[in-house]
């Protein structure tokens, strides 16, 4: 069921906010956010936290909150919907989805997420790539380019009115991202896999995984905590 209600979706359907709609420690909140400085470390220490490897969430703690308390202010999309984000090298979706029932606990912010699925590909790690040279004509001297491999990226089916973030492309300055902030703690179902071959000589193969947001309900009826062994979801 899932997967051809993900299919037939064909454009966004989540509400733009102004930032005249949001109180000002709310923008004050997803400006900061948007700068790798304050994100970057937050996000980091929120995945040592999920793997017992650090205790230095506290300083990141307010940002945290606000940022979550801003994005509850975004109305819920009144369809289903999805959004498309490009992979971390250290992200394994094909491990995701054969462990645990394809259920993976993200702890961090999902951040560089958009409507636009062309855009993930710039945020997506090259996997078994080698490097080549090629001199294009009117070159005077080769270039070294990127050959092969493979790039990863999530196809995420968000249910209808469930608030999980936000269209933040009006506020964050970068418009042409088209980010959709995720808040963070999401519990996903990695389901199935689609590839587009590489459209040039020296490009890479694009895998592309759906993947669910569960909502509470959903995480109660699988059993999410103790299947996860989790605790905030």
Not at 77 to 88: I, Q, W
Not at 205 to 216: G, S
């Amino acid at each position: 069921m899932y997967n051809s209600l993900i299919e037939g979706l064909d454009k966004a359907r989540f509400p733009v906010v102004k930032k005249s709609d949001l109180p000002a420690d709310d923008l004050v909140a997803i400006k900061k956010y948007s700068s790798q400085q304050y994100s970057t470390p937050m996000n980091t220490s929120l995945w040592k936290l999920k793997f017992g490897k650090g205790d230095d969430f506290e300083p990141h703690k307010e940002l945290h909150d606000a940022v979550i308390k801003a994005l509850n202010h975004f109305p819920a999309p009144k369809e289903d919907n999805y959004v498309y984000t490009g992979l971390h090298k250290d992200a394994d979706p094909e491990k995701w989805r054969h462990s645990a029932g394809g259920l993976v606990y993200i702890p961090a912010f999902i951040s560089s997420t958009t409507d636009d699925k062309e855009i993930p590909w710039n945020f997506a790690h090259r996997h078994d790539h080698i490097m080549s040279t090629m001199q294009p004509k009117g070159y005077t001297k080769p270039m070294p380019v990127e050959s092969g491999g493979y790039e990863n990226a999530l196809k995420i089916l968000i249910p209808k009115n469930h608030k999980v973030g936000g269209n933040i492309k009006n506020i964050n300055g970068m418009a042409e991202e088209k980010e959709f902030l995720i808040k963070p703690h999401q519990v996903l179902r990695i389901g199935g896999l689609t590839t587009k071959p590489k459209s040039w000589e020296h490009g890479s193969e694009k895998r592309i995984y759906t993947a669910h947001i569960l909502t509470p309900e959903v995480k109660r009826m699988l059993a999410v905590t103790k299947k996860l062994g989790i605790k905030n979801v």
